[in-house]
């Protein structure tokens, strides 16, 4: 019969994994408590960062629909459960591990898949997501820019031509 805590433990952690849009997986050993209250502070108000029973961690994400953890849940564990873009927390905790030795980036999960420590790195170096749509914006009103100047060439050509011929037959 399993203890009622670490049911609750096992309901609140399949919840976290169910609402987060992302989790990266890290080993903590070592860190201090000002340590780890700073990382929190880096990570965001989007970004929950829980120190995790890896036993329990497994039945949560197994339960979640999650299968990408198998034989990462050793040593002390921390997850960082993140809500929407995923980009920040990764880059706060890309740059917190720098800094940091004892804070070891492990993998974790995005949209279902598996990420490694490599695609954990890889996602804290995109821009932000209101970067690209503002790139993306810039290079949509260049073309068309370049579009218009193109339909609007045959016109002027042909008004010049007509001023030119109205011009001859003046003159004639």
Same mark, same amino acid.
């Given at each position: 019969?399993?203890? #009622? +805590?670490?049911?609750?433990?096992?309901? =609140?952690?399949?919840? !976290?994994?169910?609402?987060?849009?992302?989790?990266? !997986?890290?080993? *903590?050993?070592?860190?201090?408590?000002?340590?780890?209250?700073?990382?929190?502070?880096?990570?965001?108000?989007?970004?929950? *960062?829980?120190?995790?029973?890896?036993?329990?961690?497994? %039945?949560? &994400?197994?339960?979640?629909?999650?299968?990408?953890?198998?034989?990462? !849940?050793?040593?002390?564990?921390? %997850?960082?459960? %993140?809500?929407? =873009?995923?980009?920040?927390?990764?880059?706060? @905790?890309?740059?917190?591990?720098?800094?940091?030795?004892?804070?070891? @980036?492990?993998?974790? *999960?995005?949209?279902?898949?598996?990420?490694? =420590?490599?695609?954990?790195?890889?996602? &804290?170096?995109?821009?932000?997501? +209101?970067?690209?749509?503002?790139?993306?914006?810039?290079?949509? /009103?260049?073309?068309?820019? /370049?579009?218009?100047?193109?339909?609007?060439? #045959?016109?002027? /050509?042909? &008004?010049?031509?007509?001023?030119? !011929?109205?011009?001859?037959? =003046?003159?004639?």
């Amino acid at each position: 019969m399993a203890k #009622p +805590e670490k049911v609750d433990a096992v309901a =609140e952690l399949t919840e !976290l994994f169910r609402e987060s849009d992302a989790a990266v !997986l890290t080993e *903590y050993r070592g860190l201090s408590v000002k340590q780890l209250k700073e990382l929190r502070r880096a990570l965001g108000a989007d970004t929950q *960062y829980a120190v995790v029973k890896n036993t329990l961690t497994e %039945i949560a &994400a197994r339960e979640a629909g999650i299968d990408v953890f198998e034989g990462k !849940l050793s040593g002390p564990t921390a %997850i960082a459960f %993140i809500k929407g =873009e995923p980009v920040e927390a990764a880059k706060a @905790l890309r740059d917190f591990a720098k800094g940091n030795d004892k804070l070891v @980036l492990k993998g974790g *999960y995005f949209e279902g898949k598996e990420l490694s =420590e490599a695609d954990v790195t890889k996602l &804290a170096d995109l821009e932000s997501r +209101e970067v690209l749509l503002a790139k993306a914006a810039g290079a949509m /009103k260049g073309s068309l820019s /370049k579009a218009a100047a193109v339909f609007q060439a #045959p016109l002027s /050509k042909t &008004a010049r031509t007509v001023d030119a !011929l109205r011009a001859k037959q =003046e003159a004639a």
